[in-house]
């Protein structure tokens, strides 16, 4: 069982930066792939970013790649999601969630969910 909380979320400019947080409950964190998602008003949740259970491979949505870093530490629980370049169209309710299958961009392959946090970008 891992519970998970998202932090970080905010208002900001077209242009500047945003780092998003996921704090992981449980001692088995680092046996689960992780993942950012998010979902726009009236869309469907799709996949941002994974990675793998030791942080050493990464997958990113085209629409992020070259703007968004995901990472991780497991001595602490953590991942992150850092946003730099943010534009109008990253505005959405981001999750952050876990999975036992490697580096899944699938929402049905993801097992934990935390409750999201808003991030919206101002044009």
């Known amino acids: 069982q891992v519970q998970l909380v998202e932090s970080g979320g905010g208002l900001v400019q077209a242009g500047g930066s945003l780092r998003l947080s996921c704090a992981a409950s449980?001692?088995?964190?680092?046996?689960?792939?992780m993942g950012w998602f998010r979902q726009a008003p009236g869309k469907d949740r799709e996949f941002v970013a994974a990675?793998?259970?030791?942080?050493?491979?990464?997958s990113y949505a085209d629409s992020v790649k070259g703007r968004f870093t995901i990472s991780r530490d497991n001595a602490k629980n953590m991942v992150y999601l850092q946003m730099n370049s943010l534009k109008p169209e990253d505005t959405a309710v981001y999750y952050c969630?876990?999975?036992?299958?490697?580096?899944?961009?699938?929402?049905?392959?993801?097992?934990?969910w935390g409750q999201g946090t808003q991030v919206t970008v101002s044009s």
């Open positions: 990675i793998s259970r030791g942080g050493g491979s990464t």
């Open positions: 969630a876990a999975t036992t299958n490697y580096l899944g961009t699938i929402v049905r392959t993801y097992d934990y």
């Open positions: 449980g001692r088995t964190f680092s046996s689960y792939g």
